[in-house]
């Protein structure tokens, strides 16, 4: 079983995530996490947090010579802004962060509440996610992230291979597959900035050359759909989830929903071993399994719930209507969304790859999944 837990405050001294499970022998370079910690303080619209840290993962545990030992695997990514001993708490909510919730649940001061409530601990999930994809890599597994809507804008263009959809995706400055759109996305961010207001946005995660048979329709925990979910639903502001055609399909009859099946036997050393699908609604996976076909995942991130404006609260101790209290934040982190999101998504996808093909060592994860592939092939 591949997990992880984080630890950590957004103003504390640091953040930490403890990777277990994780096979023995993939060697790792720290470059390609840095890099998605870097995407994730990016994105047009992030507040003045993202121009004090500059996240850099350092790895504390579990690697011998850059090579994972099969022991537990400590990422750390250090607070810059540590000041927590500093701060002091607060009295006047935020409708739409847990600060009343987690308040009134703890009986406690808001601020222990919004310190580990915080999107800022998304850097270490990241971090967890960054290290599975070099597991993925390894088996040709590509995972790209992009935001498909920004604020009510739709963006497509879903033109060309992967590689080159994560070119176009890495030119834009709000992370869409569309750098044509930026000046329209960057004119509605200016304008709801100056407001006080947040905007939200819907990404969308697609994994390239995943094997048969992820995850399983055996029991419900298990079901790959249900754990994609529940990943994605847990990163903060995220209110919706679907996979593939996701909620269009209940408005459309069967023949219109369901992929056919067709084989090509030009395409049997692939990951759909032949088996091809014009269409692919279901969006990789059928029954809780992936189906040799890309897998695909929207989330819908709700706008960011501190509101330069203030909106409409209570002061908990004089009980009298106040507007909510302000702490620096962001207009707009959809972008960042797209990274958090797809490193959470290769993570439940790489657990589910060790679970399929073992994960004490990366040879004989590489045996099994060789003797997979030519078993399935004779199926
Ligand atoms: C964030 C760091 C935070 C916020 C933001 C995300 O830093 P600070 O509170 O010091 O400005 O900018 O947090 C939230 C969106 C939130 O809801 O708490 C980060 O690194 O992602």
Known sequence: MLRYWTAGESHGKTLLAMVDGFPAGLTLETDSIDNELARRQGGYGRGGRQRIETDKVEI??????????????????????????RLGDLERPRPGHGDLTGA???????????????????????????????????????????????????????????????QLRDQSIVYTLDPTR????????????KSGDTLGGVVEVRVEGLPFGLGTHAQWDRKLDGRIAQAVM????????????????????????????????????????????????????????TNGQPLIVRAAKKPISTLRKGLDSVNLNTKQPEAAEYERSDVCAVSAASVIVENVVA?????????????????????????FHDMAKRR
């Open 182 to 193: 930026d000046d329209e996305i960057k004119e509605l961010i200016d304008k709801t900035g």
């Open 234 to 289: 847990a990163v903060q502001a995220i209110k919706g989830v679907e996979i593939g055609m996701g909620f269009e399909a209940a408005r459309r009859p069967g023949s219109q929903v369901h992929d056919a099946i067709v084989y090509d036997e030009s395409q049997q050393d692939g990951p759909n071993l032949g088996y091809t699908r014009p269409t692919n609604n279901a969006g990789g996976l059928e029954a809780g399994m």
């Open 60 to 85: 504390l545990t579990g690697v011998w010579k850059n090579t994972t030992l099969g022991s537990p695997i400590t990422l750390q990514v250090v607070n810059r802004d540590y000041k927590l001993e």
């Open 104 to 166: 009134v649940k703890f009986l406690g001061p808001i601020r222990a509440i919004l310190e580990r409530a915080s999107a800022r601990e998304t850097a270490v999930r990241v971090a967890a996610g960054a290290l599975s994809k070099q597991l993925l890599g390894a088996f040709g597994i590509q995972v790209i992230g992009f935001v498909r809507e920004l604020g009510g804008i739709v963006v497509d263009g879903e033109e060309g291979d992967l590689e080159q959809q994560k």
């Open 347 to 371: 993570f439940e996808v790489a657990g589910a790859l060790v679970e399929k093909f073992g994960n004490d060592s990366m040879d004989e994860l590489q045996a099994r999944w060789d003797l």
